[in-house]
């Protein structure tokens, strides 16, 4: 890695930089609906979009980028509402952010892709196999499903729940937790990862300091609070959702595997499951030798 001891403090952490980190790799900047959209590109052949989950951003692919670079273009993408993208008032649904990248899609002249999607992604890339079939290859599934009416049913006390999901109700909270966490959101991220990883040191004190910057601000709380005060809608829009026909992988953790292996199959058809065990939920930082390696198999594969 590059030397950042140089840098002032923030350019230590922003995206110039960590492009640079990436041989290969460069930064680009697009318009589409309104809204502008970061996104950070390398490789060739066949198109491989990336979407990360919360409380991260881009760079949580950045170990398995180079190993799929070397077959096929990437696009790691911060979404609407992460990252060095725009985060705008509204539009914040699976179905909706969907239509950005399917526009982004359209204006970069690319005719069809695969995407892969972690946690919030992961929602996003299913709605976007299914709202736009004629512009996916292939999808793949990392950790989580599409939002749906099991989340209606999570308890509000954490019975017999090892780690319990406070923070799906918290952030449905508005205007509250942009007051409370701006310029402490590093300890609600360190919280989670730290509970949520196998192994606490995948992800480092650098990589901390990335997505903490990347959300201490109050726009940026807002922003990612909006993915999950999306929910109610986009529970809604999922019976309305037609099937996924494209061929279709999901990777789980032991501990999402049970709940992806029960809830995809009714709205994916085409599915191929696989499960990695000893890592937790942030399995390509945790596991990216094994994550990138199901990825280009399943690439790969006709």
């Excluded at 989580?144 to 308890?155: A, N, Q, R, V």
């Excluded at 509970?195 to 606490?200: E, F, H, M, N, P």
């Excluded at 049970?258 to 596991?287: M, R, V, W």
């Amino acid at each position: 890695m590059n030397s950042n001891a140089t840098l002032p403090e923030k350019e230590k952490y922003d995206d110039k930089y960590l492009v640079s980190l990436l041989p290969g790799f460069t930064n680009h900047y697009e318009e589409v609906e309104g809204t502008k959209l970061h996104y950070v590109e390398g490789g060739k052949g066949s198109t491989l979009i990336l979407l990360p989950g919360w409380p991260e951003t881009w760079w949580s692919f950045h170990k398995i980028m180079p190993m799929v670079a070397a077959h096929h273009r990437v696009i790691a993408l911060d979404y609407r509402g992460m990252g060095s993208s725009d985060k705008p008032m509204e539009g914040y649904s699976k179905k909706n952010i969907a239509g950005d990248i399917a526009s982004l899609i359209k204006k970069l002249g690319l005719p069809k892709v695969s995407i892969a999607g972690h946690d919030i992604g992961a929602g996003i890339a299913i709605s976007f196999a299914g709202h736009f079939p004629g512009l996916t290859d292939k999808l793949i599934v990392l950790e989580s499903p599409h939002p749906g009416e099991p989340l209606y049913k999570i308890p509000m006390l954490p019975v017999g729940a090892p780690i319990h999901p406070w923070w799906i109700a918290f952030n449905q909270v508005k205007e509250l937790p942009e007051l409370l966490l701006e310029g402490r959101f590093h300890m609600v991220q360190s919280w989670v990862f730290d509970k949520l990883l196998a192994d606490k040191s995948s992800i480092n004190d650098f990589d901390r300091k990335v997505y903490a910057l990347a959300y201490e601000n109050k726009d940026a709380i807002r922003g990612a609070n909006g993915w999950y005060q999306a929910f109610t809608e986009d529970i809604r829009d999922l019976p309305k959702m037609p099937v996924i026909l494209a061929p279709s992988l999901a990777i789980g953790s032991s501990t999402a595997f049970a709940l992806l292996k029960t809830s995809l199959p009714d709205y994916i058809k085409n599915l191929e499951l696989k499960e990695i065990k000893g890592c937790g939920h942030f399995i390509q930082e945790e596991q990216p030798e094994r994550v990138g390696n199901a990825i280009l198999e399943f690439l790969k594969s006709t």
